[in-house]
């Protein structure tokens, strides 16, 4: 348990976050699939990182960590075997907290010619799998649920020929879109998968620099559709993973909602198909800038944030949905932290998918919330924050959610009194120096 207090100071100095969570999962993943080593720097060292990594090496992937030689920088180097290098597991696969890991290790799991099981935490073996089954079993997969109620443990046998697929996906959501192109990479006709808006692309841009065939097409109405053309090898290459914008936002929002506050946070990546938070912020008041901007294979920026009042439209109100939800969909918590201290009412819609995160973030975020004094009501694909009220501690039970728990911290900030954070722990799946880099920034 963590106890905190409302901050006296005001937030500044600078801040480099750590390497984004999504890109550090795939470049294990890809990098074991390649030929070749790949060398990757910036990766994020967290509990749901490091399950990728065990899982790799239990199927014989040799993984290596090291201090780059002269400057002191981790380097991690994945000693790829190809698509056909992977050994059987001597045991279960675990992937603990981590749904991309689940899921898209499943996508991978399902061409190779051995068993695998594969299983994770509690929160994990109560996630829906059955988007994963589906499709995947549309593919020729032989993957099933091993208590027969679509969630994990999963047992993937294997089988004589995957096929490719043109598949509708009925949620905009990267892991169900990755499983099914990673997959694809060993087929031999198309793999096309459609989703009602662009979900996070890293997959399809990280394979196309690993020298896969694969693109997006994004149609006026903001459908998407992900193409790969399979035959293609996959070589070894250099990654540097910017800072995830996921654990910037804790710190954009301690900026945006103390007074007087004026933070740079270095390096974070500002994909477009994950940076829905700023844009959101920006159409409320806040104050954002951006400085050297680099464009190259995962678009990065320094963010400089200065405290702002944010505000809702000319009818006070301001409303969130449609294809914005995908691009920060792992936001929603924080950004229902400020929309609390907000000048307006503001809806969240669209965002049902909330509710099968590490826990029902409609709920947590809705029980917390109230538990600090706020005016918010659950809907069953969002919320409604009527903000302005002042927040005042409390005792916040995270569920074992590490996004919660970051949340509710940054929430403590402006909150009158002690806010207790029951299983603070939990921060380690994403973010193990979260504590210490707040301690830094609210110069505590
Ligand atoms: C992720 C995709 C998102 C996100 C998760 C990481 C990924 O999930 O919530 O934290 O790395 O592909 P969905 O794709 O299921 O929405």
């Known amino acids: 348990m963590i106890t905190l207090e409302k901050v006296k100071n005001r937030i500044t100095g600078e ?8 890109i550090s999962h795939r470049s294990i993943m890809f990098g074991a699939l390649a030929e070749g080593s790949t060398e990757i720097t910036g990766f994020l060292e967290s509990g749901d990182c490091l399950s990728t990594i065990e899982c790799f090496k239990k199927m014989g992937i040799q993984i290596e960590h090291s201090m780059r030689p002269m400057n002191g920088v981790p380097l991690i180097t994945v000693h790829g075997k190809g698509l056909r290098g992977l ?11 981590s749904g991309t890991t689940t899921r898209l290790m499943s996508g991978i799991l399902a061409a190779q010619s051995f068993e695998t099981m594969i299983t994770g935490d509690a929160s994990i073996e109560k996630r829906p799998m059955g988007r994963i089954i589906k499709p995947l079993t549309a593919m020729g997969a032989n993957i099933t649920s091993a208590r027969g109620n679509d969630c994990a443990p999963l047992v993937i046998k294997p089988v004589n020929k995957i096929k490719g697929i043109a598949y509708h996906s009925p949620v905009a959501s990267a892991q169900v879109k990755s499983a099914i192109i ?4 060993y087929t031999d006709a198309d793999t096309v998968v459609y989703e009602p ?14 020298g896969a065939d694969i693109h997006n097409e994004v149609n006026v109405y903001g459908s998407a559709t992900a193409v790969l053309h399979p035959g293609l090898p996959l070589h070894g290459m250099k990654i540097n993973v910017p800072g995830d914008i996921s654990s910037a936002a804790y710190f954009i929002a301690a900026a945006l909602l103390v007074p007087d506050s004026e933070l740079l946070i270095r390096n974070v990546g500002i994909n477009p198909t994950r940076a829905g938070i700023i844009n959101i912020l920006r159409q409320m008041g806040a104050d954002i800038q951006e400085f050297n901007r680099d464009d190259s294979i995962e678009p990065k920026a320094d963010l400089l944030v ?3 009042e944010l505000h809702g439209n000319a009818n006070g109100r301001f409303e969130i949905g449609g294809k914005d939800i995908p691009t920060m969909i792992d936001e929603i918590p ?9 000048n307006c009412e503001t809806v969240i819609k669209d965002a049902a998918e909330l509710k099968v995160k590490e826990s029902n973030r409609i709920d947590t975020v809705v029980d917390n919330l109230k538990r600090m004094g706020c005016d918010i009501e659950a809907t069953d694909d969002g919320m409604i924050i009527h903000g302005g009220k002042p927040l005042h501690g409390a005792d916040i039970d995270t569920c074992n959610d590490h996004r919660i728990a970051m949340s509710f911290a940054i929430a403590s900030l402006i909150a009158e009194g002690t806010t207790r954070i029951i299983d603070d722990h939990c921060v ?6 979260f504590f210490n880099d707040l301690n830094k920034v609210t110069n505590r």
Request: net charge positive; aromatic share 10%.
């Open 15 to 22: 801040l480099s976050v750590p390497g984004d969570k999504s």
């Open 197 to 210: 808006a662009l979900s996070r692309n890293h997959t399809e841009l990280m394979l196309r620099a690993f």
């Open 87 to 97: 050994g059987a597991p001597y045991s279960t696969l675990y992937t603990g907290n």
């Open 334 to 342: 924080i950004m229902a932290v400020i929309a609390a201290s907000a």
């Open 306 to 308: 200065r405290y702002s």
């Open 428 to 433: 380690g799946i994403s973010y193990p120096t």
């Open 182 to 185: 990673l997959a694809g990479l």
